[in-house]
């Protein structure tokens, strides 16, 4: 349990770092958006981008009780 563990707090880390390589502002946030999209894929994780080009909706888990997240993807000026 331990490794697995281990190896998610890397991968977390190095995404981050990814995130805040390339800084976008405002609503334009083609990358940050294709590297959350390209996380989420590779996790297995469904989720949609119809409610505007700069946000992602997610849900873990079916029924009443999921996991939901919701975080601004934009930087600072």
Do not use: C, Q
Not at 66 to 73: E, G, S, T
Request: hydrophobic share 45%.
């Amino acid at each position: 349990m331990h490794a697995i563990l281990e190896e998610l707090f890397s991968y977390a880390v190095a995404l981050r770092r990814k995130l805040h390589e390339n800084p976008e502002i405002g609503f334009e946030l083609p990358h940050t958006v294709e590297i959350v999209s390209d996380a989420l894929d590779a996790l297995g994780i469904s989720y949609t981008d119809k409610y505007g080009k700069s946000s992602i909706v997610a849900e873990i888990g079916k029924g009443e009780k999921i996991i939901a997240f919701r975080a601004d993807m934009d930087a600072l000026p």
